[in-house]
């Protein structure tokens, strides 16, 4: 957020920066200037647009109430590698899986991120943000190999054969942390990990949950949480997270952010 201006910048296709856009509207702001970062064709590596910091701000400047804090290390498990909910967009478990996320969003992400880090890489302007792009384009590279090879290669076999065993790796441990982890940290009753009012716990988990609850085919509606059964190996959807993400839906934030589609 541009603390003069009252600019958010939100990307309405990815899972984190939809932390601080619905921060934005739970928490009270107003006349805010909502502009889109296309992440996806790598905007968001314009040395302009690094210089910026959000979700901390906007809550420790909220105009209205804030919920309490967990004391726990929920947000940190969240963000969790094993976790990662931009890992499990991508993830690819068979051929099959694989072929669909070439042709979609995924397929469209890398090609154009390619292309941005190349860009941003090469101007003069880079300067101390250079070696991020290097970092970036360099580490995005084996992804890319999997994603666009068509041709035999054995390396790149092997490779394919690895990153299908670490997606199937990843949703098992999504599974896991649903089933087992989550329901310790959320409340015994409706409402919020911060109490009445969302806090910094809750804007984490639910764009975490969101992204989740997407890629297994749900809607941003009260019964949208239930196609995760689908990944929980036949247990139900926890009671505390259908709960959480019901209070969620009737908010104007969840509205104004995912009424759209999940992201």
Same mark, same amino acid.
């Given at each position: 957020?541009?603390?003069?201006?009252? &600019?958010?910048?939100?990307?309405?296709?990815?899972?984190?920066?939809?932390? !601080?856009?619905?921060?934005?509207?739970?928490?009270?702001?107003?006349?805010?200037?909502?502009?889109?970062?296309?992440?996806? =064709?790598?905007?968001?590596?314009?040395?302009?647009?690094?210089?910026?910091?959000?979700?901390?701000?906007?809550?420790?400047?909220? !105009?209205?109430?804030?919920?309490?804090?967990?004391?726990?290390?929920?947000?940190? $498990?969240?963000?969790?590698?094993?976790?990662? =909910?931009?890992?499990?967009?991508?993830?690819? $478990?068979?051929?099959?899986?694989?072929?669909?996320?070439?042709?979609?969003?995924?397929?469209?992400?890398?090609?154009?991120?390619? +292309?941005?880090?190349?860009?941003?890489?090469?101007?003069?302007?880079?300067?101390?943000?250079? +070696?991020?792009?290097?970092?970036?384009?360099?580490?995005?590279?084996?992804?890319?190999?999997?994603?666009?090879?068509?041709?035999?290669?054995?390396?790149?076999?092997?490779?394919? =054969?690895?990153?299908?065993?670490?997606?199937?790796?990843?949703?098992?441990?999504?599974?896991?942390?649903?089933?087992?982890?989550?329901? $310790?940290?959320?409340?015994?009753? #409706?409402?919020?990990?911060?109490?009445?009012? #969302?806090?910094?716990?809750?804007?984490?988990?639910?764009?975490?949950?969101?992204?989740?609850?997407?890629?297994?085919?749900?809607?941003?509606? =009260?019964?949208?949480?239930? &196609?995760?059964?689908?990944?929980?190996?036949?247990? +139900?959807?926890?009671?505390?997270?259908?709960?959480?993400?019901?209070?969620?839906?009737?908010? $104007?934030?969840? +509205?104004?952010?995912?009424?759209?589609?999940?992201?």
């Amino acid at each position: 957020m541009d603390s003069t201006k009252k &600019t958010l910048f939100v990307y309405g296709k990815a899972s984190w920066p939809s932390a !601080p856009w619905l921060a934005v509207y739970a928490l009270g702001y107003e006349d805010i200037d909502v502009k889109d970062v296309d992440l996806a =064709a790598g905007a968001n590596f314009d040395p302009d647009f690094l210089k910026i910091n959000t979700l901390r701000y906007i809550i420790a400047n909220a !105009p209205q109430p804030v919920g309490k804090p967990s004391g726990t290390d929920f947000i940190k $498990r969240i963000h969790d590698e094993s976790i990662d =909910a931009h890992s499990a967009l991508f993830s690819a $478990r068979d051929e099959a899986e694989l072929s669909v996320k070439r042709k979609g969003i995924c397929g469209t992400f890398l090609s154009q991120r390619e +292309e941005a880090l190349k860009k941003y890489r090469s101007l003069d302007t880079a300067g101390k943000y250079k +070696e991020l792009y290097d970092y970036r384009y360099d580490l995005e590279a084996p992804q890319r190999a999997i994603y666009f090879t068509f041709v035999p290669n054995p390396s790149i076999d092997s490779a394919k =054969a690895a990153y299908f065993s670490a997606s199937e790796k990843i949703w098992e441990a999504i599974r896991n942390f649903i089933l087992a982890d989550v329901p $310790r940290y959320l409340p015994e009753g #409706p409402g919020f990990i911060g109490g009445e009012r #969302p806090g910094e716990d809750d804007f984490h988990f639910i764009v975490w949950l969101a992204r989740i609850v997407l890629l297994t085919g749900g809607a941003p509606d =009260a019964d949208g949480v239930l &196609t995760l059964k689908k990944e929980l190996g036949g247990e +139900e959807v926890p009671e505390k997270v259908v709960s959480f993400w019901r209070a969620w839906c009737e908010t $104007r934030a969840w +509205e104004v952010v995912y009424g759209g589609g999940l992201h």
